[in-house]
Each structure stands twice: as C-alpha cells, then as structure tokens.
C-alpha cells in the first residue's frame, strides 16, 4: 500500500513570489491534513481537508490556502512568500483519529 | 487551546530502556500519539492510546497514560542506535486537529 505522497520534495522560492504544494493521500483516506514545522514553532496545523470541504483552519494568514480535488489529492498555497514562510510543510491523511494520521515525507520550501 | 510540553533532549546506552515524557492541558483529549522523526524525513506514527486505556503494549513500545496528571509517557525497551531520532506527542484536539509538542530529541551511543 503506498504511502503519503508529497511532491516536489524540494523548492526555492524567492520573496514575493508563489507556491504550490501537492500531496496525494493512502487510498481510500478521504482527510487530508496540512502542517508547516519550522526549528523555532515546531509543528503547527494549517488546515484540514475532506471530501473537498475544508474542515478545519489553524492560525495562519490567508496567503496560505488550500483545495481537495475529487480524487482526494491535496494541494496547498502560499502568496507573495516571506523569508519566515521557509520551513518543511508535512501533509497528513487518515481515515479519522482512531486510524492515527500518516504523514508523508513533507516539502522542504526555502524562500531567499 | 490545547498545549503539549515535552522534555528537550534525552541521553541513553545502547540496551537500556529509554522513557520520553509529555504533559497536556486539556483533559477532554480522545487520543494521543507517538511520532519518529529522523533527520530529513517526515512523521512516522509509532504508536497511540485512546483515552480510556491506562496502558498500550506494542513490541518494544510500552505507552502509559495517566489521565488524572495529564501525562503521556514512552517507553523503549532495549533502546537501539537505530532508534536515535526525534520524539512527538501530539493530541487530538478536535476538529481534524493534532497539537504537537516541541518533540524530544533522543540520543542513544553504542
């Protein structure tokens, strides 16, 4: 069974500039979850997807955005980047809390 | 909202039992769980406890849950090299939600 995947695995981005994140869940998992993780916040949630609603939202301004497709694939966006927005974005699926939540491999973006 | 704190840094010997601590804030908590984090990777689930189990046994993995205390905790036995990584307790905070602690890194020498 494949896991989370999470594509491209590396970006370098320069300030101002956009970007756009994929991650394609385990089959058959119809949440999709966002997480940024830096050295100095840790692990924080940015939004939670299902069968294409968005759920839940964290903390975060609104050039970060996301969108489900029909096929559960995930994409997540972020506008006009800042140097602070360098971090690695993990992205969740799950079947729900008692499953537990799979991540994937996660986004390492770097914006100069 | 919800807050998870976990010790930094912990140091074992090869062979030894290594134990990863971590404290909550709400009590309403469903489910809490263990991640592995090694250098460069993402998140690899090692295990999780629903809230009305005191104890979970998974091979070498003992979870104990003190709900009274809001206290998780892990436990290694026959600790490895292999298992140098960083630890993450997170819980379920509603909502599709999962609270992180800042993670405990572990270091285990031969």
């Known amino acids: 069974k494949a896991g989370v995947t999470q594509t491209p695995r590396y970006l370098i981005k320069t300030r101002g500039q956009q970007v756009t994140l994929s991650c394609s869940p385990i089959?058959?998992?119809?949440?999709v979850s966002w997480y940024q993780q830096t050295p100095g916040q840790g692990l924080q949630f940015l939004f939670e997807?299902?069968?294409?609603?968005?759920?839940n939202k964290g903390n975060f301004p609104g050039r970060f955005s996301g969108r489900q497709f029909s096929n559960s694939r995930s994409e997540m966006n972020v506008s006009t980047l800042e140097l602070g927005d360098s971090a690695l974005y993990l992205c969740?699926?799950?079947?729900?809390?008692?499953?537990?939540?799979?991540f994937g491999s996660g986004t390492r973006l770097t914006v100069v | 909202g919800e807050d998870v704190e976990q010790s930094l840094f912990l140091s074992v010997r090869e062979g030894d039992s290594s134990v990863i601590n971590c404290t909550y804030t709400?009590?309403?908590?469903?489910?809490l769980y263990w991640y592995k984090q090694e250098p460069g990777a993402g998140l690899q689930l090692l295990t999780y406890?629903?809230?009305?189990?005191d104890m979970k046994q998974d091979q070498r993995l003992t979870v104990l849950l003190n709900k009274k205390d809001k206290h998780l905790s892990l436990r290694i036995a026959d600790t490895q090299t292999g298992d140098s990584a960083i630890y993450f307790c997170?819980?379920?905070?509603?909502?599709?939600?999962?609270?992180f602690g800042k993670g405990t890194m572990l270091l285990v020498s031969p």
């Open positions: 089959s058959g998992h119809r949440s």
């Open positions: 997170a819980v379920y905070s509603g909502y599709s939600t999962l609270t």
């Open positions: 406890i629903f809230s009305n189990m």
């Open positions: 969740a699926s799950s079947q729900g809390q008692t499953y537990g939540y799979t």
């Open positions: 997807y299902f069968s294409e609603t968005q759920r």
């Open positions: 709400d009590s309403s908590s469903t489910y």
